[in-house]
T-cell receptor, first 114, second 112 residues
Framework: DSGVTQTPKHLITATGQRVTLRCSPRSGDLSVYWYQQSLDQGLQFLIQYYNGEERAKGNILERFSAQQFPDLHSELNLSSLELGDSALYFC?????????????FGSGTQLSVL | LAKTTQPISMDSYEGQEVNITCSHNNIATNDYITWYQQFPSQGPRFIIQGYKTKVTNEVASLFIPADRKSSTLSLPRVSLSDTAVYYCLVGDPNFGNEKLTFGTGTRLTIIP
């Protein structure tokens, strides 16, 4: 158990809908990272937050947004969903914000857009 | 331009030593090199991290040459449970250390 909690584990929805994925980092970790993993794209970095502030952005679509709350949990909002958004979404946390920090990953949210 | 380059796949027999090499020509001075292991439908798990020369822990060794443009993950005496995808991770020199991008990974298959 990594200590990172993601909910829900599975999500099935229809095209055009909006969903919210939730992540609770390990106790004491200040950084949260979101990754998307699909069969043909590998593990893609989406966005990182450190202590409530956005620190880095990757290949995140404009239809996607995220935030980190004062209690350090984070939410990833996906809107106007398309079939291609079906993927496994991982959240990771670390104590700090640099590469020397070890990342701890949650078990992921499997999103299926039908 | 890929930030890291790894073999797409490797096969090895049980009990053998496996070496997976990652190329990272644009590694920045302050970047660390980190390797993760991922099993199907699970999040990646930290294996080992290093900056230069050699690092060893209970599961693997990491060899980094002086120019740091590559690194080699060494798994001693692999077993079937080592079948997984292995990722080499370095910082993005255009964004500092904060954009932690994984490479394509190496799918390692251990053969009985």
């Amino acid at each position: 158990d990594s200590g990172v909690t993601q909910t829900p584990k599975h999500l099935i929805t229809a095209t055009g809908q909006r969903v919210t994925l939730r992540c609770s980092p390990r106790s004491g970790d200040l950084s949260v990272y979101w990754y998307q993993q699909s069969l043909d794209q590998g593990l893609q970095f989406l966005i990182q937050y450190y202590n409530g502030e956005e620190r880095a952005k990757g290949n995140i679509l404009e239809r996607f947004s995220a935030q980190q709350f004062p209690d350090l949990h984070s939410e990833l909002n996906l809107s106007s969903l398309e079939l291609g958004d079906s993927a496994l979404y991982f959240c990771a946390s670390s104590a700090g914000r640099g590469l020397s920090e070890k990342l701890f990953f949650g078990s992921g949210t499997q999103l299926s857009v039908l | 331009l890929a930030k890291t380059t790894q073999p797409i796949s490797m096969d090895s027999y049980e009990g053998q030593e496996v070496n997976i090499t990652c190329s990272h020509n644009n590694i920045a001075t302050n970047d660390y090199i980190t390797w993760y292991q991922q099993f199907p439908s699970q999040g990646p798990r930290f294996i080992i991290q290093g900056y230069k020369t050699k690092v060893t822990n209970e599961v693997a060794s990491l060899f980094i040459p002086a120019d740091r443009k590559s690194s080699t993950l060494s798994l001693p005496r692999v077993s079937l449970s080592d079948t997984a995808v292995y990722y080499c991770l370095v910082g993005d020199p255009n964004f500092g250390n904060e954009k932690l991008t994984f490479g394509t990974g190496t799918r390692l298959t251990i053969i009985p």
